[in-house]
Nanobody
């Protein structure tokens, strides 16, 4: 069983930064590609960023490219999402997701097997 716990969300002003963390439990964390998704009120869940098990491959949604950085520390079983230059449209619940024994990063939500509870990010104008 894999459990994912997100943290680091909060309220920030536009232009500010937040760093989200997702700590995973279970063995072979490095074999699990990780992703961040977000869902705003009234909107579909959308892909934000993903990272391969080794950290060597990263994908980003066009809307966050150049502003967000996904990284991981496998020794700590943790994946991060550094969010800079935040905009009000970044406001959403952010979810961490993990693939089951699959190290290849993917942008597709239905290819992830485990999901965290989410952490709220609110960006004020």
């Amino acid at each position: 069983q894999v459990q994912l716990v997100e943290s680091g969300g909060g309220l920030v002003q536009a232009g500010g930064s937040l760093r989200l963390s997702c700590e995973g439990s279970g063995r072979t964390f490095s074999n699990k590609a990780m992703g961040w998704f977000r869902q705003a009120p009234g909107k579909e869940r959308e892909f934000v960023a993903s990272i391969s098990g080794s950290g060597g491959t990263r994908y980003y949604a066009d809307s966050v490219k150049g502003r967000f950085t996904i990284s991981r520390d496998n020794a700590k079983n943790t994946v991060y999402l550094q969010m800079n230059s935040l905009k009000p449209e970044d406001t959403a619940v952010y979810y961490c997701a993990a693939r089951l024994n699959m190290a290849q990063a993917t942008t597709q939500a239905n290819l992830y097997d485990y999901w965290g509870q989410g952490t709220q990010v609110t960006v004020s104008s």
